[in-house]
């Protein structure tokens, strides 16, 4: 109940959770963006529509603020809409593009050897429709980071055949 009255305020807790960030953003993903998801445990138009409102102003602060809480989600792909104007606002050198990636390809819990594989292909089958989006940031950004998933997904395939081999090996 306490979630849902929090919920009919979402201006004055992104307010509250900016200031929080602007004086210390040490592990702000964690704390500030996890209290943001355990409010709106999914991300709603609600809440996105106030971090859209920080994107539009430009600044890279806003930019850095809004991605540190949308990492929080794991890349739900609710989420890649307000990925893309952020990475439509950046130059593609940034050093926020590499947190944007990092936001994207992550998950929660990963079950079984060959988990971060499958993972790692569902998130490249999401990334894949920017391809044909219409600005080409967006396409340049998504040609660069299907590279990576498909180097990450080649290593953990490597990774995961290796350890099965070994347990094999050893009990049979």
């Not at 964690?30 to 998801?37: A, D």
């Not at 050198?93 to 569902?122: N, P, Q």
Request: charge should be negative; hydrophobic fraction near 35%.
């Amino acid at each position: 109940q306490c979630n849902s009255t929090l919920q009919l305020i979402p201006e004055r807790i992104i307010q509250k959770v900016r200031e929080w960030f602007d004086t210390d953003k040490t592990l702000f993903t964690y704390r500030g963006g996890g209290l943001i998801k355990v409010i709106f445990p999914e991300p709603d138009k609600q809440i996105l529509a106030e971090l859209g409102k920080l994107v539009a102003v430009g600044t890279k602060e806003n930019c850095e603020f809004v991605i540190q809480v949308l990492n929080s989600y794991n890349g739900n792909e609710v989420t890649h809409d307000l990925y893309k104007e952020i990475i439509d606002s950046l130059p593609l050198d940034s050093d926020l593009i590499s947190e944007i990636s990092c936001g994207l390809d992550s998950e929660g819990v990963v079950r079984g050897e060959f988990g971060y594989v499958a993972t790692y292909l569902r998130k490249k089958a999401e990334i894949e429709p920017w391809l044909t989006d219409s600005r080409e940031k967006i396409k340049q950004f998504a040609r660069q980071h299907i590279i990576s998933l498909d180097h990450q997904i080649a290593d953990e395939q490597r990774r995961a055949e290796q350890q099965l081999e070994l347990r094999i090996r050893d009990f049979g």
